[in-house]
């Protein structure tokens, strides 16, 4: 159990916004995590949007954390749990994908494209609809093709190994 803790709070993959959009919110618990976070709410469901304000190299709210979050568990998390995968393999593949969206967001900026989210989920979406179009007006250039085959091999990485997407 400790592994497992110790993976999640060095990982944080999902709390910054790189595995997870958003997380919905049980009804019972808004009016307390009202009191520690902002809080979106629409149809009287509440949700709030990753990157968790409350996350900084860990999460500063753990044990008030909401109930999506504490029963949250991706595949590679469940792979080290069942022994599938050691600890030091799954925090090589961590340290992979928070390599390759570094690469990703470079590439973004000397691209100068401008996108409207701050969760990298949502961004990696913007990105593969602007890029689509690009091709569709014309060929890519070769920056757009080296983000679209990174966006494309981080892709491949979070669903085999974290099993999402």
């Not at 049980?26 to 509440?46: C, F, M, Q």
């Not at 999460?59 to 749990?81: D, H, M, N, W």
């Not at 995968?85 to 390759?100: C, G, M, R």
Request: include cysteine.
């Amino acid at each position: 159990m400790i592994e497992s803790t110790n993976l999640c709070l060095s990982c944080g993959l999902c709390c910054d916004g790189t595995l997870i959009g958003f997380v919905r919110l049980d009804t019972k618990e808004l009016s307390d995590l009202r009191e520690i976070k902002h809080i979106e709410e629409a149809d009287g469901k509440g949700f709030f949007l990753q990157p968790c304000d409350d996350y900084c190299d860990g999460c500063t709210i753990y044990s008030q954390r909401p109930k999506q979050c504490a029963k949250f568990k991706c595949g590679l998390l469940k792979s080290v749990e069942k022994k599938k995968v050691d600890f030091d393999s799954a925090i090589e593949v961590i340290n992979t994908v928070k390599q390759k969206k570094e690469v990703i967001e470079k590439k973004v900026a000397k691209l100068k494209l401008e996108l409207k989210h701050k969760s990298f989920y949502f961004k990696t979406v913007e990105l593969k609809k602007i890029l689509q179009h690009i091709k569709y007006e014309s060929d890519l250039s070769k920056n757009h093709q080296q983000l679209m085959s990174d966006l494309n091999a981080l892709e491949l990485i979070i669903s085999e190994k974290f099993d999402l997407l």
